[in-house]
Every structure is written in structure tokens, then in C-alpha cells.
């Protein structure tokens, strides 16, 4: 849900600049507002909107550095109204999202994932999510919550990934961690499924604990959460994202053959996207092989940071699994280690069976070799399957099984860069998609590389990587919302 209209009455920022009769678009968690200057502002939507006494006037909480207000006023409580339903729809709550330089003011937590949700309607499904605070004793507050996205459908989900929960206490031995599972129902009333207080000094750092939780509507059923506190994270990195070859489906929508399109779920490589895959792998080796940089020096760093590559993370998606071994193999002969990332697969759209995955944990690694035996070879398929495959986050359903929403696309790449940030690694390459990466550089790119190379930018925003194309991005996550500072394509990528 989107919207652009010209407000009536002022919009007024708390830190003073005021402009009458502006033009505010909403989408996709970012508010922007086109001042009679000329400028344009943009934040970051946050999830409460409050209503202020008087009728006309709203006031909406966005993330600019940090957490401020912006004023609206309206002619009429019908365009309120209005706006309201418009703010909620794409308001995303980045509470516990933290930059790198502010980390030592939070205190780091690092969820990995429950085990054993009750399924909690009646047709036997759970959609779990978490929410965590600090409490005393009695359970009383003492921070902000903090919360972990739903995965729909997940009796065991995993999420991996860390919040910042301000800390301003002194005495750790009086202070509980409380947490709260909770199953989201859009047709009614979320539903507590149970909960449980955390004695901050059982907590430990770099190691991860489990703790049961009793649940509070089915007696004699525990659930079990795995947690532990994050240590900092390094506040630049460098990503390498690589888009996969050409996909049986990508062969069946070009032709126009929807049989082929829709006769199986989670399309492989045909034999062009293996080949697509394996010229990049040439290129790889002999990146790695030279002792010569380019003279260009983001290109140099660039090339650099790719031959000191510590992982190799890929969409859970067929094809990208196939790409990640077939075009990464000369740095995952020396890593021996691949993990799948269920954050970086492709956006599922209206009948997208090529979005969609039918296989969990080793069903997964089974059908990948499978498939690319049928170009590789037996031999290289052996040594593929020697490789340690870090499926944790892919023993359940990964997947949707319904369109996501443009918000539920921005939720889940928030969680994709919070990986990403909090990875002990600081040289990491990604195999995904076409789609997934042109919503990152929509959402993520920093106003000054924007400002910098505005054509560039608007080219990675609107159009797509080639088939095994390769983007070497530098990010910098002392601004978490914003963190892709400049963005290079290598080894002859191009964009379509």
C-alpha cells in the first residue's frame, strides 16, 4: 500500500524545519516528504503511530540516526483517517536495530530459534514470533521491547539474528531478561503462546543456552527457546552478491511455456545457467590466481576482499545452491563450508512456483546434487557433497506459501542485513536473486552514495543483474538502515 498526496495544513519536525502543504509518499517502511524547498526527506517508518487529543493532528514515530517525530496535521478527521491506515500499513519497527558505533549502550541478543511450538488454531498451525524486554523480579519494565519477525507455518523456526536492548542498569544480578512467544492470526487477536523470565547473569556470551518454556493454554507442553548475548560486530564489511545463472523457469518465461513454468516447484539451472555459472568460476580462479590489482582502487580493495572471502552464504532456492557450488567452488575448496540463507531467497509473487521450496534440511542438499549431476559430473558432485552444508535455518519450512507483501520483503531484508552486519565474518559472498537484490538497492542504498552517482543508483533500483553477475558492495553499518555505501558490478556484470 502506497500513497502520495498533498497534505493540507503542515508537517512539522520536531528538531525544528517546518513546510506548509507538502507532498508525503508512504511505501514499503519509508515516508518521504518533498518539501516546497525542493528537498526530499526520507525515514524510516516506525510501528506506532499515536493520536494525539486533538482531532486533526497525528504524530508518527520515524528512525532518522535515532528515534524522533514528525507532526501531522489535517484538514479533516476523514483525511486523518485516512493517512492513519495508511501509516500502520507500512509502518516497520526497527526497535533494537543498532549501529556499530552505538553498540556499547545495548546490551546484544542473539536469538536463534524455538523449538517444539504448539500448534495453536485449528487448523493446526502456528505463526511464532518473539518479543523480549528487560524486567525486575517482579516483572515489572525496564526497557523497550524488542521482537523477532513471525515465521509462518514453523513448529521448530529459527531466526539468527540479533537485537539491542538499552541498557542503563547497574546491577545485573537484579535485572531478568522477559520473553514472550507469541502467534500472529491476522484474522484476529494474536494468541500468547507462553513465557518465561531469564536471570540476566545465566545469560553468557558466544555461548548458546536453552531455556524452556512452560505453555500457558496446553498443560504438560513446553516449548524451548536457544539464546545467547552477541558480541560487537565489526561496522564494515564487504558483500559480494551474486545472482544465479539462468533457471529452467527463466528458459520457460522467455519462451512463454507455462506448462514448463508451472509443471514443478523451485526450478533448476538448464544447461545455459550451468554454463553461466561455471565461466564465472573461470573468472573466480583467475582472480584469485593473479597477483596483479586493478588500478582502480575500490576495484582493487574489491578484488582483494574477494580472495580473503571467510564465507559463502546462498538462497535455500534450487538454482542459487547450484551457482553458489558450481561459479564459488574455488573459494569453497578452501572454506569447505556453505550456508543457506532462507533471508536472501527470491520475493514470492502471485503463483511464483520458481519462489517457492517444497524440500527441508537434507531434502535440499539431495536434490541439488541431484540436479547438477546432471551437467557436473559424479566427481564434482562428490566434492560438493563433501562440503560442510550449514542447514539450520532451513530444517523447517522456509518458505511462503502466499505473496509477500512489499513490507513483509523489507522485514525480511532487515533481517538479512542484521545477519550480515552481526556475522563473525567480514568478507562474505551471497548467491541469490534478481529480484531480492534490486529491493535491497531500492531500500538500503546511503543518501550519499545516492547523491554521488544518482544515475548509477537509479539503474541498480530499476533494472536487474545479469545471470551469474557479481556486485561487490561495501557496507557500512554505522547506519543500519542505510548501510550499502557504494556498490561496484565485476567481471564483466551488467545490468538488463
Known sequence: MSAALEISGLVKRKHGL???SSWVDVQQGRLSIAASKGETLTYSLQGAV???????KLEVRIMEGEEKLLKFQFGDEVERDRWLQVLEANSISTAGIVSANMQERYALIRLQGLTDVPRMDAAGHCDPYVKMWLANHEGQRLSSSVSWPARHGCKNPVWNSVRGIEWSHDDAGLIMLQVEVWDEDRLSSDDLIAVCLIPWLDLSEGHMLTFRMPCRRQERKE????LQLATAASAGKWVFLVRHGQSVWNQAQAERDVKKMVRQTDHPLNRQGYQQADDLRKRVTEALASTDLPEDDYEASAIAALRSVELVCSSPLTRAVETALVAMYPLLMRTRYLQL?????????LGGRDSSGDKVGDGIKARVLRCLEEFAGPQVVEQCAAFTWDMKEVEDKWWDNIPESAKDVVERQMEFLNQLQFSAETNIVVVGH???????FRGFLHPSFVSSDPGFCQDLQERILCNAGVAALW???HHPLTPISSVRLLMGTYLV
Open 223 to 226: 516449548c524451548s527457546i536457544s
Open 18 to 20: 517546518l513546510y506548509s
Open 434 to 440: 534478481s529480484h531480492f537484490f534490486r529491493e535491497l
Open 475 to 477: 557496507m557500512d553499518f
Open 341 to 349: 540463507l532462507p533471508n536472501a531467497r527470491e520475493r514470492r509473487n
Open 50 to 56: 499515536n493520536r494525539p487529543k486533538k482531532q486533526v
